[in-house]
C-alpha cells in the first residue's frame, strides 16, 4: 500500500485544480497539458498560483489559460527584435516579478540579454551570468569563449539593479532556436529568494513558454537570413541592385520631406573586361569580392553600398553634401589603386576604378526613385571614363528636375593623381 500511496501523491502533485467561473463551483482535475492546449473555455479557467505583491501584478489569482493564450498572441505577432523584452515582461506574471535573463548561443558566440541598463562586465553580477552560461551550454558544439561574449540591454522590460547579492537560477533548456543556435533563460532573484507559489507546475507554464520564444526566434531568424539573402549580392556580399532602388526612393522622399541633401557615387571597375580576358574570371571574381570589401570599409554606417552592373558599384550618402560625397569617393578610390589583387602570380595586379558623384541639395523636388540623381552621377561617371579614367567627377549642382541639363560634369582630379 506504501507504493500505491506513492504514485497516488505523485499523480496528485503533478495536477492543477481548475475552478469554474462562478464561485463554489469545482471543476474535474486536468492534468498539465490538457490544460495548455484546451481549445475550449480557455478563457473561464483560474488557477490557484498566487502571484507576488508587485507594483505592475494583480494580488489575484491567475489564470493559466487565458494567460498562456494571451502570450502566444503576443509572442506570434512579433516579427523583430521585441520578441525577448516582450517575452521578459509578461513573464513577469509567473516568476513573481522576479526579472529574466536569455543567453542566446550562436556557434560558439554568446549574446546576454539583460535588462540592466549599465552591466559591468567585470562585476560580480556578469561574472555569475557567464559561469551559468557555460554551465549551461558546457555540452555545446563548440565551447564559450569570454571573448566571442557580448551583453544587451533589453528594451521595454523592468529595469533591473545590478548587485553583487543577485542569485542566478537556470531555468529549464537549453532550446533549439535553429542550426547551432540555443535559448536559454535565468531567472534573476535576491539574496532571500520568495518561494510562495512557486510549483512544478510553475515550471511547467515557463518550460512551455520558452520552448514557442525559442520556436518564434528561429522563425524570426530564419526570415531576417531570407530577407538578406533576397537583398544581397552573392559574389562580393554587398546589397543587390534591387535593394538599391528600395533604399534611394526611401531616401530620396526623406530628402523631399526634410530638405535634406542626398548624394550618389556610381563607381566603375577600369578595363574589367581585359583582366576576365587575360587572367580569368576566376581572378576577377576575387577583384569583384576585394573591391566590394574596401568599399564597405570605406563608407560610413548610415551610406548603402549596392552592386549596381556587373562591374559598377552605386553607393547612396545620406545627409551628405557634394564635397563630402568627392572626399569619400577620391578616397575610395585611392585604396582601389593601392590595393594589390591577388593572382596567383608573384607580381600583384594593379587595378583602377573611375568614379562619378551627384548630389541633391533639397531644394527643389526629386522623384520619387531618384532618377535624376541616377542620371547626373552617370553623366559623371562618363566623363571620369573620357578624361583618361582613374579619377572621379563631379556632377554639375542641381536644384531643380531640370536644373544642370546640358552643362558637362567637373573633373575632380586630386593634385596626387
Same mark, same amino acid.
Given at each position: 500500500?506504501?507504493?500505491?500511496?506513492?504514485?497516488?501523491?505523485?499523480?496528485?502533485?503533478?495536477? =492543477?485544480?481548475?475552478?469554474?467561473?462562478?464561485?463554489?463551483?469545482?471543476?474535474?482535475?486536468?492534468?498539465?497539458?490538457?490544460?495548455?492546449?484546451?481549445?475550449?473555455?480557455?478563457?473561464?479557467?483560474?488557477?490557484?498560483?498566487?502571484?507576488?505583491?508587485?507594483?505592475?501584478?494583480?494580488?489575484?489569482?491567475?489564470?493559466?489559460?487565458?494567460?498562456?493564450?494571451?502570450?502566444?498572441?503576443?509572442?506570434?505577432?512579433?516579427?523583430?527584435?521585441?520578441?525577448?523584452?516582450?517575452?521578459?515582461?509578461?513573464?513577469?506574471?509567473?516568476?513573481?516579478?522576479?526579472?529574466?535573463?536569455? /543567453?542566446?548561443?550562436?556557434?560558439?558566440?554568446?549574446?546576454?540579454?539583460?535588462?540592466?541598463?549599465?552591466?559591468?562586465?567585470?562585476?560580480?553580477?556578469?561574472?555569475?551570468?557567464?559561469?551559468?552560461?557555460?554551465?549551461?551550454?558546457?555540452?555545446?558544439?563548440?565551447?564559450?569563449?569570454?571573448?566571442?561574449?557580448?551583453?544587451?540591454?533589453?528594451?521595454?522590460?523592468?529595469?533591473?539593479?545590478?548587485?553583487?547579492?543577485?542569485?542566478?537560477?537556470?531555468?529549464?533548456?537549453?532550446?533549439?532556436?535553429?542550426?547551432?543556435?540555443?535559448?536559454?533563460?535565468?531567472?534573476?532573484?535576491?539574496?532571500?529568494?520568495?518561494?510562495?507559489?512557486?510549483?512544478?507546475?510553475?515550471?511547467?507554464?515557463?518550460?512551455?513558454?520558452?520552448?514557442?520564444?525559442?520556436?518564434?526566434?528561429?522563425?524570426?531568424? /530564419?526570415?531576417?537570413?531570407?530577407?538578406?539573402?533576397?537583398?544581397?549580392?552573392?559574389?562580393?556580399?554587398?546589397?543587390?541592385?534591387?535593394?538599391?532602388?528600395?533604399?534611394?526612393?526611401?531616401?530620396?522622399?526623406?530628402?523631399?520631406?526634410?530638405?535634406?541633401?542626398?548624394?550618389?557615387?556610381?563607381?566603375?571597375?577600369?578595363?574589367?573586361?581585359?583582366?576576365?580576358?587575360?587572367?580569368?574570371?576566376?581572378?576577377?571574381?576575387?577583384?569583384?569580392?576585394?573591391?566590394?570589401?574596401?568599399?564597405?570599409?570605406?563608407?560610413?554606417?548610415?551610406?548603402?553600398?549596392?552592386?549596381?552592373?556587373?562591374?559598377?558599384?552605386?553607393?547612396?550618402?545620406?545627409?551628405?553634401?557634394?564635397?563630402?560625397?568627392?572626399?569619400? /569617393?577620391?578616397?575610395?578610390?585611392?585604396?582601389?589603386?593601392?590595393?594589390?589583387?591577388?593572382?596567383?602570380?608573384?607580381?600583384?595586379?594593379?587595378?583602377?576604378?573611375?568614379?562619378?558623384?551627384?548630389?541633391?541639395?533639397?531644394?527643389?523636388?526629386?522623384?520619387?526613385?531618384?532618377?535624376? =540623381?541616377?542620371?547626373?552621377?552617370?553623366?559623371?561617371?562618363?566623363?571620369?571614363?573620357?578624361?583618361?579614367?582613374?579619377?572621379?567627377?563631379?556632377?554639375?549642382?542641381?536644384?531643380?528636375?531640370?536644373?544642370?541639363?546640358?552643362?558637362?560634369?567637373?573633373?575632380?582630379?586630386?593634385?596626387?593623381?
Amino acid at each position: 500500500m506504501k507504493w500505491l500511496r506513492r504514485y497516488w501523491l505523485q499523480g496528485k502533485n503533478s495536477l =492543477l485544480t481548475v475552478f469554474a467561473s462562478s464561485p463554489g463551483k469545482r471543476q474535474n482535475l486536468m492534468t498539465m497539458p490538457q490544460l495548455a492546449f484546451a481549445a475550449a473555455g480557455s478563457g473561464e479557467g483560474s488557477v490557484i498560483v498566487p502571484v507576488a505583491a508587485n507594483g505592475t501584478i494583480p494580488k489575484n489569482h491567475f489564470r493559466p489559460l487565458s494567460f498562456l493564450q494571451d502570450f502566444f498572441n503576443a509572442i506570434t505577432d512579433i516579427q523583430d527584435a521585441r520578441l525577448l523584452p516582450t517575452a521578459n515582461r509578461l513573464l513577469l506574471q509567473l516568476t513573481n516579478g522576479q526579472p529574466l535573463v536569455f /543567453a542566446e548561443y550562436r556557434q560558439g558566440n554568446l549574446l546576454i540579454h539583460t535588462s540592466c541598463r549599465n552591466l559591468d562586465r567585470d562585476g560580480v553580477f556578469a561574472k555569475k551570468l557567464v559561469q551559468a552560461c557555460r554551465d549551461t551550454y558546457r555540452k555545446a558544439p563548440r565551447p564559450v569563449n569570454r571573448k566571442n561574449i557580448q551583453f544587451e540591454t533589453l528594451g521595454g522590460a523592468a529595469e533591473l539593479q545590478e548587485t553583487d547579492s543577485l542569485g542566478v537560477t537556470p531555468l529549464p533548456g537549453p532550446h533549439p532556436c535553429g542550426t547551432g543556435c540555443f535559448l536559454a533563460a535565468f531567472l534573476v532573484s535576491g539574496p532571500q529568494r520568495e518561494r510562495t507559489g512557486w510549483s512544478r507546475e510553475t515550471d511547467q507554464l515557463l518550460h512551455f513558454c520558452l520552448q514557442h520564444v525559442a520556436i518564434r526566434l528561429r522563425e524570426i531568424n /530564419a526570415l531576417a537570413a531570407l530577407r538578406l539573402n533576397a537583398s544581397t549580392d552573392p559574389l562580393t556580399g554587398v546589397y543587390n541592385r534591387r535593394f538599391f532602388h528600395e533604399v534611394l526612393s526611401r531616401e530620396s522622399e526623406r530628402s523631399n520631406r526634410h530638405h535634406q541633401p542626398l548624394s550618389l557615387i556610381i563607381l566603375d571597375i577600369d578595363h574589367f573586361k581585359v583582366i576576365n580576358d587575360t587572367f580569368g574570371h576566376l581572378t576577377g571574381d576575387r577583384v569583384l569580392r576585394e573591391i566590394g570589401r574596401i568599399t564597405r570599409e570605406s563608407i560610413r554606417t548610415i551610406d548603402t553600398v549596392c552592386r549596381y552592373g556587373g562591374e559598377e558599384f552605386a553607393i547612396i550618402l545620406p545627409q551628405t553634401e557634394l564635397e563630402a560625397a568627392s572626399l569619400i /569617393a577620391e578616397r575610395l578610390r585611392t585604396s582601389i589603386a593601392e590595393f594589390p589583387f591577388s593572382t596567383g602570380e608573384e607580381r600583384p595586379l594593379v587595378v583602377t576604378a573611375s568614379l562619378g558623384v551627384a548630389c541633391w541639395h533639397g531644394s527643389g523636388y526629386l522623384s520619387g526613385q531618384g532618377t535624376e =540623381l541616377i542620371q547626373a552621377a552617370d553623366r559623371a561617371l562618363y566623363a571620369a571614363k573620357d578624361t583618361g579614367r582613374n579619377r572621379t567627377c563631379t556632377a554639375p549642382e542641381s536644384q531643380g528636375p531640370t536644373a544642370g541639363k546640358g552643362r558637362k560634369p567637373v573633373v575632380f582630379v586630386p593634385s596626387a593623381c
